[in-house]
């Protein structure tokens, strides 16, 4: 069977794949993982260490027997990896006063792994290792088809491997094509709602790491929605949502943009009365200057009649004759 290369743009999205799947069907890690046989429980992964950041395991299940650290890498094992892989163990020992077993989960086997720490002299720490690559998808994917047909359920490590099959040995020469069929086969799958709805969440990341095709990833993710309750109810929520904030939106724009309006007509009534109050001003300053001239003319015409009365004064008689009386009279006629 021919194996796939996975490049490194999946680091990050891989790690979220497996942990969504070994939340959903935890059991189904027994065969994967040569566990001991048990109901295990995922229980918190965080490592408290005192001076120091919190540590975060990928995943720690507790069974029966104890503790297993689960810790997933896309790429093989350097020794750096495996130090961290290998001071989980001592750290989770001091938290919780027990040994813990390790199980390594590889995507990666184009290299070889470290596989060990010299501790001291005479202990080593050797890693228990596995890989995805090793897992026969193709077979699974096979039974899960006949157990379609025949209306049977999936055990859990049936479950696992179809949440995850892309990554496996699956044997197709496309694997764009077989995530295609993977999302139209979920839906017929015989099996819990609740299971389908962390299929569907793995099967988004599948898309988004393998489907290049813009159209046929649109065409995925919609068959996704369909047949995932939860995330259509939730879309469906979040388009509404997106909705009633549209409108509140608008109406926002719409109220600043009658502020802004008002706002504007104010201003322009200020400027208008301005410009009258201005206007105003420059008339009654133009009266005042009229009036003061006015003034200035009718003192300088009263000095002219007393000139002419003191001029054509008869002392004798003290009397104006007609031509003065006339002059006088013609000048206050002005006033």
């Known amino acids: 069977m021919r194996l796939i290369p996975i490049d490194n743009k999946i680091k990050n999205r891989y790690d979220s794949l497996f942990k969504i799947a070994t939340h959903a069907f935890v059991n189904g890690l027994i065969p994967l993982l040569d566990l001991p046989e048990d109901d295990y429980i995922i229980i918190s ?8 950041d919190v540590k975060i395991m990928d995943i720690l299940l507790k069974g029966k027997n104890g503790l297993i650290n ?3 890498h896309k790429q093989p ?4 990896h495996l130090n961290r892989d290998f001071e989980y163990v001592i750290q989770c020992y001091f938290q919780y006063g027990e040994t813990i077993d390790q199980k390594i989960v590889i995507l990666d086997n184009d290299r070889k792994s470290v596989d060990k720490l010299q501790i001291l002299k005479n ?3 050797k890693a228990d290792c596995y890989f995805t690559q090793e897992i026969d998808g193709a077979t699974i994917l096979n039974i899960i088809k006949d157990k379609i047909v025949d209306n049977e359920t999936l055990t859990d490590y049936e479950e696992y491997v179809f949440s995850i099959l892309p990554l496996t040995n699956h044997g197709h020469n496309n694997v764009e094509k077989l995530v295609e069929e993977l999302c139209h086969l979920t839906k017929e799958l015989n099996i819990p709602e609740e299971k389908k709805e962390a299929i569907s969440f793995c099967q988004m990341i599948l898309v988004d790491i393998f489907v290049n095709d813009t159209t046929l990833k649109d065409k995925l993710m919609d ?3 369909m047949t995932s309750s939860y995330i259509e109810e939730r879309e469906n929520k979040l ?5 009633e904030e549209t409108l509140k939106a608008e109406k926002r724009a719409e109220k600043e943009k009658q502020k802004r309006i008002k706002a504007e007509q104010k201003r322009k009534q200020e400027k208008q009365k ?13 009266k005042r200057i009229q009036t003061e001239q006015k003034q200035i003319q ?3 015409k009263l000095k002219e009649i007393e000139t002419i009365v003191k001029e054509n004064t008869n002392d004798q008689k003290n009397q104006l004759d007609k031509k003065t009386i006339q002059k006088i009279l013609a000048i206050t006629s002005t006033i």
């Open 274 to 286: 301005r410009i009258k109050a201005e206007q105003k001003r420059k008339q009654e300053k133009q």
């Open 298 to 300: 009718t003192e300088q």
């Open 70 to 72: 689960i810790e997933f």
């Open 77 to 80: 094992l350097s020794k750096s």
């Open 123 to 125: 202990l080593e720490y």
């Open 239 to 243: 388009r509404n949502i997106s909705k």
């Open 45 to 52: 992964n965080e490592i408290f260490k005192p001076g120091h």
């Open 223 to 225: 068959v996704i929605r």
